[in-house]
């Protein structure tokens, strides 16, 4: 059974720039969650998707969006990018009525 | 506001004993996890709480007081491999969003 798989694992961008990153959750799992990790803050909610529906978000700025597809693979987009945008954006999904997550490899970000 | 807390950093010897804890102030309680995450990698799952208790599993064990509002997780005949970062994580009001602590790095020294 294949995990969830991020791509791209490594990006590098400038200030300014867009970005967009995939994730495709374990089969058959239908909620696939981001987070942002960066050492000072550790694991940032950033959204969560259920069948193509946005459940919660968190606290950060309009410039990050997500979507789902119908197929379960979610994109984030993160547009006019910032320094402080530098981090490692983690995936995660979880199984229809229950809790936990498997985690993907993650992208690590850096814009410079 | 929702916050949780864990000590930022804990050293061990190998074949000891280790308690992390974790203490959390969220809006609403559906759960606790711990998570493993060795650098570099992604975080992988240890346990999961929902009940009051001492859950075990191998040489892990997660122990839970939803009335005091903490955790803590019993690492026993400490490896080298388990030098990582443990992370303690609620899911609160709703169960759709996991909020997460800092993380506890954890050196295991010989």
């Known amino acids: 059974k294949a995990g969830v798989t991020q791509t791209p694992r490594y990006l590098i961008k400038t200030r300014g720039q867009q970005v967009t990153l995939s994730c495709s959750p374990i089969?058959?799992?239908?909620?696939v969650s981001w987070y942002q990790q960066t050492p000072g803050q550790g694991l940032q909610f950033l959204f969560e998707?259920?069948?193509?529906?946005?459940?919660n978000k968190g606290n950060f700025p309009g410039r990050f969006s997500g979507r789902q597809f119908s197929n379960s693979r979610s994109e984030m987009n993160v547009s006019t990018l910032e320094l402080g945008d530098s981090a490692l954006y983690l995936c995660?999904?979880?199984?229809?009525?229950?809790?936990?997550?498997?985690f993907g490899s993650g992208t690590r970000l850096t814009v410079v | 506001g929702q916050n949780i807390d864990q000590p930022t950093e804990m050293t061990a010897t190998e074949g000891a004993i280790v308690q992390i804890n974790c203490t959390y102030q969220?809006?609403?309680?559906?759960?606790l996890f711990w998570y493993q995450q060795h650098a570099g990698e992604a975080p992988t799952f240890l346990s999961y709480?929902?009940?009051?208790g001492l859950e075990e599993k191998g040489r892990f064990s997660s122990f839970l007081s939803r009335s005091k509002g903490y955790s803590y997780l019993l690492l026993k005949e400490l490896q080298m491999k388990d030098s990582a970062s443990y992370l303690c994580?609620?899911?609160?009001?709703?169960?759709?969003?996991?909020?997460f602590g800092a993380g506890t790095r954890l050196f295991v020294k010989a």
């Open positions: 995660a999904s979880t199984p229809e009525g229950a809790y936990g997550y498997t």
């Open positions: 089969s058959g799992h239908r909620s």
């Open positions: 998707y259920f069948s193509e529906t946005q459940r």
């Open positions: 969220t809006s609403g309680f559906n759960g």
């Open positions: 709480n929902v009940l009051d």
């Open positions: 994580a609620v899911i609160g009001t709703g169960g759709f969003k996991t909020i």
